[in-house]
C-alpha cells in the first residue's frame, strides 16, 4: 500500500470538520482561501506553480492586472483589492505567501545580489509568509511600519494597524527592531504561543503581548506544501489546535 503523507487522511478529514465548525465551507462553498483549502484537502495536492499561484479579485503585479501563472520576481510589488475575499497567492523560490484583501507587498531585490530577495516590505493589508530555512548571513527582513523584523526559516502572519502591527511568529525565530528599541527583541515559537503587537504609537516602538487571531494552521499548511515542505507543528502532533 502505497505510504501516505503526514498530511493524513484522518487530518483531513478533521481539518475540513472545523472549517464546517467555522461556518466556512458550505457557505462560501469553492470560493476563497477557504475553498482552495477544501480543494487541496479532497486533493492532498496543489499545482506547484511559481509566481501567482492562487488569486481571487483584482491582483495587480507593478500596477498591471495579475493572472496566475505570471512571474513574481525581487522588485515586483503585489496588491490586492479591498473587496472582502480577494487574495492572492505567491510562491518565490522557496518562499510563499499569502496575501489578503487590501495588502500592498514589495518583494524588495538585493543589492548585493541582484536577483535574489532581501527584504520583504508590507505597506498596508495582512500577510501570511512561510520562509526557507537560510544560512545565518543570509536571512531575509521584514519591514513593516517603522518595524524590521529578521527571519531565516519560519511562518508568520503579519497585519498593518494605524500606529501597530500585529505579528504573529507561528514557528521558528525572529528578531525585532524598532524605534526607539534598547536591544533587539528574539522571539523563538513552536507553534503561535507569542503574539505580539508593534506598537509605535509614542514614538518608540514597543513589543506586547497579545492573542492569536486571523490565522490557521490549514493555511500554513497550504503554503509550506507549495515549496514541497511542512510546519514543524504537523509532525509534532499539534494541527488542529488553531
Not at 486533493?43 to 503585479?61: A, E, F, M, R
Not at 537560510?134 to 502572519?157: D, L
Request: positive net charge.
Amino acid at each position: 500500500m502505497k505510504k501516505m503523507s503526514a498530511f493524513s487522511k484522518f487530518e483531513r478529514r478533521q481539518t475540513l470538520a472545523r472549517l464546517t465548525a467555522m461556518g466556512i465551507v458550505g457557505v462560501l462553498g469553492p470560493a476563497g482561501i477557504p475553498g482552495l483549502i477544501q480543494e487541496v484537502l479532497a486533493k492532498g495536492d496543489l499545482p506547484k506553480l511559481s509566481g501567482i499561484n492562487s488569486l481571487q479579485g483584482n491582483v495587480t503585479i507593478n500596477g498591471v492586472p495579475a493572472k496566475v501563472g505570471m512571474l513574481v520576481k525581487p522588485g515586483d510589488k503585489v496588491a490586492t483589492d479591498s473587496a472582502k475575499g480577494s487574495f492572492a497567492i505567491v510562491v518565490i523560490d522557496k518562499d510563499a505567501y499569502l496575501l489578503r484583501e487590501g495588502t500592498s507587498v514589495t518583494f524588495e531585490d538585493s543589492k548585493d545580489r541582484p536577483g535574489t530577495l532581501a527584504k520583504v516590505l508590507i505597506a498596508t493589508g495582512k500577510l501570511l509568509s512561510v520562509f526557507e530555512k537560510r544560512p545565518n548571513n543570509s536571512g531575509i527582513a521584514i519591514r513593516a511600519q517603522s518595524a524590521t523584523i529578521g527571519i531565516r526559516g519560519t511562518g508568520c502572519y503579519i497585519e498593518i494597524h494605524p500606529k501597530r502591527t500585529y505579528f504573529c511568529l507561528c514557528y521558528g525565530e525572529a528578531a525585532i527592531d524598532g524605534a526607539g528599541m534598547d536591544k533587539t527583541k528574539v522571539i523563538k515559537t513552536t507553534h503561535h504561543e507569542n503574539p505580539v503587537w508593534l506598537d509605535e504609537s509614542g514614538g518608540n516602538m514597543k513589543v506586547e503581548n497579545t492573542d492569536f487571531g486571523n490565522h490557521s494552521d490549514d493555511e500554513l499548511i497550504l503554503l509550506e506544501k507549495l515549496t514541497g515542505r511542512e510546519p514543524p507543528f504537523v509532525a509534532m502532533g499539534l494541527t488542529g489546535k488553531y
